[in-house]
């Protein structure tokens, strides 16, 4: 039955109205996610591989588990220099400041890490991360128990294909007036791979947008910006 009153106006007599219509078929095999036997796998042939290796609590069905790791980049809104006390402002055409905006902290085994109230800072993954499969992707997520703690773990981010190296987690202490200690070790966030439609070539994987990729080798320590040919088309509106 068809309600001619929910219809656009002009098609109450249109002639596809009462058919039925066949569903659309997918022309290509959708991406899929990968199980544990999958993973394993992979691990196996070092398609995927973690640095230092995962043990039996990060092993999920569908989904590895991440630890936090011993460092932590904590961010800086003034300095000392020649002129004064100054404010570290920020913006996408400054790089030397995006350089001093950071202060680097590395735990010992052992040490601990107290996330004062609305504190924010950002920590690093414990496991270097390698996809060296051509057909593989992954998405980073935080775990639900991360978040019932408080800690507001901003991801939902994409690990390229070709991707190497550490991780980091931008974190939040949203507990109210409680301070959160976490420690290196802790399982913070799960990776899902997911398979892609097409294998991509080194060359495919490594082009972002216009240019190379900024974090192909993400170990540098350093705080990366976005493209400084991108940085100076947005300056220059």
Not at 32 to 57: G, M, N, W, Y
Request: proline fraction near 5%; aromatic fraction near 8%; glycine fraction near 6%.
């Amino acid at each position: 039955h068809h309600d001619k009153a929910f219809l656009p106006a002009g098609m109450e007599g249109s002639p596809n109205v009462g058919r039925s219509f066949a569903p659309l078929r997918m022309t290509q095999r959708a991406m899929s996610v990968l199980t544990r036997h999958e993973i394993l796998a992979a691990i196996e042939k070092r398609e995927i591989v973690f640095d230092p290796q995962i043990d039996a609590f990060q092993l999920q069905p569908h989904a590895i588990d991440l630890r936090l790791g011993y460092k932590f980049l904590i961010p800086k809104n003034w300095t000392i220099d020649e002129s004064g006390r100054r404010a570290i402002n920020i913006s996408i055409d400054d790089v030397e400041r995006h350089r001093e905006q950071f202060e680097e902290i590395i735990l010992k085994p052992g040490q601990f890490f107290e996330l004062l109230p609305n504190e924010f800072v950002i920590g690093t993954s414990l496991e270097s991360v390698e996809i060296n499969a051509p057909n593989l992707m992954a998405i980073l997520f935080p775990r639900t128990s991360t978040n019932r703690r408080g800690i507001d773990l901003s991801l939902s981010g994409i690990i390229d294909n070709g991707y190497k190296g550490h991780l980091i987690f931008p974190m939040k202490n949203e507990a109210g007036n409680q301070v959160i200690r976490i420690y290196p070790g802790e399982r913070v966030c799960q990776v899902i791979f997911e398979e892609l439609k097409s294998p991509l070539t080194s060359e495919e994987a490594n082009l972002h947008g216009v240019s190379a990729a900024k974090y192909s080798n993400s170990d540098s320590g350093e705080y990366q910006l976005d493209k400084d040919e991108e940085r100076q088309h947005l300056v220059a509106g």
